[in-house]
């Protein structure tokens, strides 16, 4: 949103979406700072949950879909800080390939085409990427990503319904709560942005999806790490870090 106090580093606004956040109201070089710095929580989750993955040495797709999620967040955090059309790539192409990693991640164990699924989801990602970096697709990349978000709850839904362990169940309560408050923080962004822009304080509803959306790509991954484990037979158990963070702790059989 323009108005801001401070001249801009980065020049005129070209990307194609701006929220309800006064631009470059702190500092020439961030042109949304409350947008940009609520990246951080994904970073450090992301973080955690990467070195978990390594340290009990899961399979690599969770260390990449941690890796994605960081890459994601720090991809938002460029384009916020900008507001330029190109750095705005660099936020929505990795969601599109996050999406796409989630896909891989909920169907490939029963896919009887094992060398199929991740070939076409690369190629998929790779066209996308390419076509994305000439087209600007506005209302319609929005809708592609809500598509591919809808494809991927079937299959977490019949990994709930299958899953007996109550602390696990908890970590997909939590992942549709957090989904939900933050699509509503979203949502009252942008389409109460007028009245927002006159009230005294700005609650800052994009951010605030930043923030919730860390805590939902995290619990999903830790719910999806579970399942894993638990398909692979290495007793997983969900435990918290200093009472407060859940995380999955594995057994596995000596031959493994």
Known sequence: MAEGGI????????????????????????AEFHNTI???????????GLINALRQRFEKRFSVLHISNMILAIGSMIFHATLQRVQQQSDETPMVW???LYMYILYSPDWHYRSTMPIFLFLYGVVFAAVHSVVRFGIGFKVHYAILCLLC???MYKYYI????????RLAKMYVATLLIGTLCWLFDRIFCKEISSWPIN???HALWHVFMGFNSYLANTFLMFC?????????K????????PYVKIEKPKAQ
């Not at 969900?238 to 963070?245: E, Q, T």
Request: aromatic share 14%.
């Open 98 to 100: 996050e999406m796409l």
């Open 228 to 236: 894993r484990a638990r398909q692979r037979g290495w007793s997983p």
């Open 7 to 30: 001249s801009s580093f980065w020049g005129p606004v070209t990307s194609t979406t701006e929220c309800c956040e006064k631009n470059y109201a702190y500092s020439s070089y961030i």
């Open 238 to 245: 969900v435990v918290h870090f200093m009472g407060f963070l």
């Open 203 to 205: 609650p800052q509803g």
């Open 38 to 48: 609520s990246n951080i929580p994904c970073i450090v989750l992301a973080l955690v």
């Open 162 to 169: 299958y899953t007996q362990d109550a602390s696990a169940k």
């Open 153 to 155: 709850i079937p299959r």
